[in-house]
């Protein structure tokens, strides 16, 4: 009788858990990456680890030049399938590639290279 005790506690222990395991697991949400950046969108932030967002977009691939804040991008967040190539213009020189975001990617800090220096992205 003791044994049979022992049995239903460990079981219902279980099923306890496990049922609240699965309400937490559907409540996370899985389509907000980095800084909160949605599903389908490229963000970019004007901080280190995805604070000031200043550039929320959903363009397609094959676009260039989608505008952010000249000089500021440091992180990024990128939830798209495609590329985020960012460009820093060079007066009387070719602009120049500084940082491609690959796709489905999270860069917490673009580095001492690219940080504050991309004047536009193209969607690769």
């Keep these: 009788m003791a044994k049979m005790g022992r049995l239903r506690i460990v079981?219902?222990?279980?099923?306890?858990?496990?049922?609240?395991?699965?309400?937490?697991?559907?409540?996370?949400?899985?389509s907000a990456a980095a800084?909160?950046?949605?599903?389908?969108?490229?963000?970019?932030f004007a901080d280190a680890n995805y604070g000031n967002k200043i550039l929320d977009s959903t363009a397609s691939r094959g676009t260039n030049a989608v505008e952010?804040?000249?000089?500021?991008t440091s992180s990024g967040s990128n939830?798209?399938?495609?590329k985020w190539v960012g460009?820093?213009?060079r007066t009387g020189l070719p602009d120049q590639t500084v940082f491609?975001?690959?796709?489905?990617?999270?860069?917490?800090?673009?580095?001492?290279?690219?940080?504050?220096?991309?004047d536009h992205f193209d969607v690769r």
């Design 11 to 30: 079981g219902w222990s279980v099923a306890f858990v496990a049922s609240m395991a699965i309400p937490m697991a559907m409540s996370s949400p899985a």
């Design 35 to 44: 800084g909160g950046c949605q599903s389908g969108h490229f963000c970019a």
């Design 68 to 72: 952010v804040a000249h000089d500021l």
């Design 79 to 82: 939830v798209t399938g495609n």
């Design 87 to 89: 460009v820093t213009l």
């Design 100 to 118: 491609t975001f690959a796709a489905n990617s999270d860069v917490s800090y673009v580095g001492n290279s690219a940080n504050d220096k991309i």
